[in-house]
């Protein structure tokens, strides 16, 4: 196969390619969670069995980015990628036709894996087509596409269902995987994979993708509250943290080099990231429970307020790319942080009864500040990673973000249900004033853990 003609890749081809692969997986964490009524009358199942259909697309992508990740590494990263958009699709009209619930959860499952391959593989292949002077660009926009895609995903998903059923929430983006699929085939550069290459880490995979399951049902399972079995999870997931040093230690050619994981960029950028996560995660915990509960307003009117949020950061995203080119990512990581922070305090101090404006005006703070945060952090992480490990680092920065938003959805709930401790107004601005307190000091630890390195350093070459 010959290589892709030198114009068509310095064109923004490849990019529009990478991005509509974001947007995909992004909208397909989003859009099912509308569907979950539809689905339960649908197929006549509790509640409970239906939210599997967002579970099994969440743990598929959380357990197994970072191994899909480094099999990019391995067998070549375009390669991977038409292969993840090809399961994406195919498993999205597996879902549209799935007769029995079970086969709909089976399907959502591998939809996860398509997603996960694209979410992994699109920031690793921007450093094989972006120059690197317009790689905080290039993040800018990626982050844009996932944003867009988990705003757009319930409204989309409402309108099909309401003018098509059920089943088109899965089948309507599949014009959208097909242009991705194309653009990707015609766009992408050919991989170039060396003759001798490492075997592929299978144990070390096996034990990662289990601990993070465990993990992940432990924050998942129960909505919150806390029992014996979540403990359990809790526990076999420490145990399966231990197994996993222990065997990676042990391998030839780990699928994650543990002495790279505590060192800068890459280690103060993954912890900032995963607290990031949690901090924004957040406002879509908190923020329904207090528009509603603490302001009176209906559904709707919450949902309205709350959209604000993810429009910023959808048009934010580019220009927040291109002042991390500019000043610099430790700069530009940074002053998104003190943006997140003042946000998040803003929340926590500003006078309930000042109204929508008190909500609003931190929010339109806040994520701005996450939009270049996510810019210049993976713009850093990524700069100088060898090109035999782009897509291990890729799957590591997208694992914390996931993982962020997994423990966030969890803690920030408890925090906001002990520090209310009831139903009234009161109470629900009392819990928004203490859950944001508690944000703002997480942003605070995000900024201490890359200013306290230095920055952000070269690449460590033995990562």
């Known amino acids: 196969m010959s290589a892709i003609p030198s114009p068509v890749r310095a064109s923004g081809w490849p990019l529009a390619s990478l991005s509509l692969a974001m947007l995909l997986s992004s909208l397909g964490t989003s859009i099912a969670n509308v569907g979950l009524p539809s689905l339960a009358v649908a197929f006549a199942a509790p509640v409970g069995a239906v939210q599997w259909v967002v579970i099994a697309y969440l743990l598929a992508m959380t357990t197994l980015i970072v191994s899909i990740g480094r099999l990019g590494d391995l067998v070549g990263r375009r390669r991977l990628m038409l292969a993840g958009i090809a399961l994406y699709l195919a498993a999205s009209v597996a879902c549209g036709m799935a007769p029995a619930l079970w086969l709909l959860i089976v399907a959502r499952a591998v939809q996860g894996l398509g997603a996960a391959a694209m979410m992994a593989l699109a920031m690793a292949l921007v450093g094989e087509t972006i120059p690197k002077e317009r790689t905080g660009a290039a993040m800018g926009l ?117 002495a790279g994981l505590g060192e800068p960029p890459l280690g103060p950028a993954l912890l900032a990231g995963g607290l990031v996560a949690t901090v924004m995660m957040t406002t879509l915990v908190v923020g329904p429970f207090y528009l509603v509960a ?53 929340l926590a101090l500003l006078p309930s009864g000042w109204g929508i404006p008190a909500y609003i005006v931190p929010l339109l703070v806040m994520t701005p500040g996450y939009a270049l945060f996510q810019a210049a952090n993976n713009a850093a992480a990524m700069a100088d990673v060898p090109a035999d490990r782009r897509g291990t680092v890729s799957g590591l920065l997208n694992l914390s973000r996931n993982l962020g938003l997994i423990t966030g959805a969890s803690l920030m709930g408890a925090v906001f249900s002990l520090a209310a401790g009831g139903a009234d107004a009161g109470a629900a601005a009392r819990g928004m004033h ?20 230095g920055g952000f350093p070269r690449f460590h070459r033995r990562f």
Do not use: C, K
């Open 142 to 258: 990626l982050g844009t596409m996932s944003a867009i895609g988990t705003a757009l995903g319930p409204s989309i998903g409402g309108i099909l269902i309401a003018a098509f059923g059920w089943p088109a929430i899965f089948l309507g983006p599949v014009p959208v995987g097909l242009a991705a699929l194309g653009l990707a085939w015609r766009a992408l550069p050919v991989d170039r994979i060396a003759p001798e290459r490492p075997a592929f880490d299978r144990p070390g995979t096996l034990v990662l993708a289990a601990t993070l399951a465990a993990y992940a049902l432990a924050m998942t399972v129960g909505h919150g509250s806390f029992g014996p079995s979540n403990m359990a999870l809790l526990a076999a997931a420490a145990a399966g943290a231990a197994i996993f040093v222990a065997v990676e230690r042990r391998s030839p050619a780990p699928l994650v080099r543990l």
């Open 294 to 346: 603490g302001l009176g307003l209906d559904a709707a009117q919450a949902g309205l307020v709350m959209s604000a949020g993810p429009v910023v950061s959808a048009l934010s995203g580019v220009p927040a790319g291109r002042l991390a080119d500019r000043i610099g990512t430790r700069r530009a990581a940074l002053a998104g942080l003190a943006g997140i922070a003042a946000g998040a305090f803003g």
């Open 434 to 453: 203490a859950t944001f307190a508690v944000a703002g000091l997480m942003a605070i630890a995000a900024a201490a853990a890359i200013a306290g390195n």
